[in-house]
């Protein structure tokens, strides 16, 4: 348990209109948690402070090496203004898993949810509560040492803030076209494309600037050896229905391993489909929507829980899923999922975590 020592803000900020559009991750509450670590004393020093600007020295390693980690999740507000979240044990997992890729220590699992709880509680009249939105909640660690030379730093910050956040779609499900990119690659098996962390989006911005001038919304990742089996998108994982069964790309170390995507699994199998986690390369795709067997394809992630596909090229070939039209499936798994997060649906998973 850790004794979080509370300062509140004596200036509170302004809370966006009801009606205001919000976009993502531009505003932020009025505190946030932050908490040291040094090296031989471990983490020390909870607290939730007002939201604030930090002082760092240019010389920080995080500047200069990337040693950095980050998480994402959301905070949901009911009816009767109970407040959710989502599987927040299985974010407090992954941290942990990328903290040792990127030699940052360890955080307990349970201090983590305490944390990202307890600010949550504090700013909870900041959760939006028109249809769609919620609080996006970005826990993360930095590499805090003041030295140049590459090692792993002896001190960090973690810290976990706050963006009330729109709703992803605000008319109704809206199917995106994708990109499939075959000239640069996001990561590698190895390398770190399983932990969440700054380095594997700088890899990926290129990508994404490319997909834009081409009027494509999100990139589709290949691996990084042959450039021939399909990854993940942006920051989604990938499904494909192919002839009845539900398809994605196994977890292979070089795939970030997706909340959304393992409930997607979960959600699928117990509605009796055939669920396949398994390599699949770009040419079996445009041999199944060629002989009409590529039903749906959809994005799955925390900001836009399903995100259906409508469109995908691949170098010259342009494939049409499904008319351009949501799949019955990707629309069945938003409204479960999002009903289950909202606390209007039975939570049969326990999936959901009440603040
Ligand atoms: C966060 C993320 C995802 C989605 O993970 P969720 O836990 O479902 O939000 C997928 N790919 C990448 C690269 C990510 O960073």
Not at 101 to 129: G, H, N
Request: aromatic share 10%.
């Amino acid at each position: 348990m850790l004794d979080i020592k509370i300062t509140k803000t004596t200036e509170p900020k302004q809370k966006p209109a009801k009606d205001q559009p919000l976009g993502f991750g531009k505003i932020f509450t009025d505190h946030m948690f932050v908490m040291n670590y040094t090296e031989g004393q471990g983490w020390h020093d909870p607290r939730i402070v007002p939201f604030q600007n930090i002082s760092l020295s240019p010389a920080a390693m995080v500047y200069h090496y990337g040693q950095e980690m980050f998480e994402g999740l959301k905070a949901y507000k009911g009816d009767n203004d109970e407040v959710y979240l989502f599987r927040p044990d299985m974010n407090a997992k992954r941290t942990n898993v990328t903290n040792e890729r990127l030699c940052i220590p360890s955080i307990p699992e349970e201090d983590f949810v305490q944390a990202v709880k307890a600010v949550v509680d504090i700013d909870r009249d900041w959760i939006p509560t028109t249809p769609g939105t919620s609080l996006y909640v970005r826990p993360f660690i930095i590499a805090t040492d003041e030295f140049l030379g590459v090692a792993p730093s002896h001190t960090y910050l973690f810290m976990v803030i706050l963006s009330p956040s729109g709703a992803y779609y605000s008319s109704g499900l809206a199917p995106v076209g994708i990109w499939i990119e075959d000239e640069y690659v996001r990561a590698v098996r190895g390398g770190m494309g399983f932990a969440k962390t700054g380095g594997n989006y700088a890899a990926s911005l290129i990508g994404q600037v490319k997909a834009h001038n081409e009027d494509y919304s999100q990139v589709l990742w290949l691996d990084g050896v042959e450039r021939k089996y399909i990854e993940e998108v942006g920051s989604m994982n990938i499904f494909f229905k192919i002839d009845g069964k539900v398809v994605t790309p196994v977890l292979n170390g070089s795939i970030l391993p997706g909340i959304t995507r393992n409930s997607t699994i979960q959600l699928c199998k117990e509605w009796g489909y055939d669920v396949e986690e398994r390599r699949i390369s770009v040419d079996e795709l445009i041999e199944a929507q060629k002989s009409g067997k590529l039903e749906e394809v959809f994005g799955t992630g925390t900001a836009a829980v399903i995100s259906p596909v409508g469109k995908l090229r691949y170098v010259d070939d342009v494939m049409l899923i499904n008319n351009g039209e949501i799949g019955e499936l990707s629309q069945k798994l938003y409204d479960t999922m999002t009903g289950i997060q909202y606390g209007k649906l039975e939570d049969k998973f326990g999936w959901r975590v009440t603040v």
